[in-house]
C-alpha cells in the first residue's frame, strides 16, 4: 500500500467529520514519531461520488479534512501522514491488511461500519470507550480502549502494540472471531428476524 512495504503503518479510515476526532490521531502520531522512526499514518476518509448527493455535513467534512492537512503541514509530519481520500469498499479489506494497527479515535458514535470491517480482517484495534463501541470491542481482549479526546492515552496505546508484537497478533486474532461469531450476515440476519417477531 502506498510503497509503505517496510514501515509500521497506522490506519485511520471512514468519514471525515469533526466528531471522529482525527487530529488526536495526529497529535498522537506526532508524539511517538520519534521512538517509531518507520512508521507512517494513513489517513483514509471522504465520501464516494454516488451517495454525495444523500448527504449533509459535505461542507464541514470538506473543511475538517483542510484543517486536518493544515495541522499536520503546520506541525511538520506531511512526509509521515499520507491523506488517501475516499477508500472504496473492494480497497478496505487489502489497506487493513497491509496495516499493523488500525485506530478509532471517535468522540462519540453508536455504531461503526469501519470497526466492524477492521474485526473481520484480523487487524489490532486501538478505539475510544464511547457510544456503542465496548459492545463490539472488549478492552485487552479484541481490541484496546482508551478514553476520548485523550492524545497521550493513545499515543501510549500506540507504543504498547508497536513494541509487543505477540499482542498485536492475539488482539487481531480475538477481533476476527469476534467478527465471525456475532458480526457475520448470517448473525446479524437472526437478530433482525428475532426482533421482529417479538414487535409483531
Not at 479526546?149 to 480475538?174: F, Q, V
Request: charged share 25%; with cysteine; proline share 5%.
Amino acid at each position: 500500500m502506498y510503497n509503505l512495504k517496510d514501515n509500521f503503518i497506522i490506519l485511520f479510515f471512514g468519514f471525515l467529520l469533526p466528531g471522529k476526532r482525527v487530529e488526536d490521531l495526529i497529535d498522537a502520531f506526532k508524539s511517538i514519531k520519534s521512538e517509531i522512526p518507520k512508521a507512517k499514518l494513513v489517513i483514509g476518509g471522504g465520501i464516494p461520488d454516488d451517495i454525495k448527493r444523500y448527504r449533509f455535513g459535505l461542507k464541514s467534512e470538506k473543511s475538517y479534512g483542510e484543517m486536518l492537512k493544515k495541522m499536520v503541514k503546520d506541525e511538520g509530519v506531511e512526509k509521515d501522514i499520507i491523506f488517501t481520500g475516499y477508500i472504496h469498499e473492494n480497497e478496505v479489506p487489502s489497506c487493513l491488511a497491509s496495516s499493523n494497527i488500525a485506530v478509532f479515535p471517535y468522540g462519540g458514535a453508536s455504531q461503526s461500519g469501519p470497526i466492524s470491517k477492521a474485526l473481520a480482517s484480523g487487524c489490532s484495534i486501538i478505539a475510544t470507550n464511547v457510544g456503542g463501541i465496548p459492545e463490539v470491542i472488549e478492552d485487552g481482549t479484541n481490541g484496546i480502549l482508551i478514553p476520548p479526546k485523550n492524545p497521550h492515552a493513545l499515543a501510549d496505546k500506540l507504543l504498547e502494540l508497536y513494541k509487543d508484537k505477540n499482542l498485536r497478533i492475539l488482539l487481531g486474532k480475538k477481533a476476527r472471531e469476534k467478527a465471525e461469531k456475532d458480526l457475520s450476515w448470517n448473525k446479524i440476519a437472526k437478530q433482525t428476524l428475532s426482533i421482529y417477531n417479538r414487535v409483531i
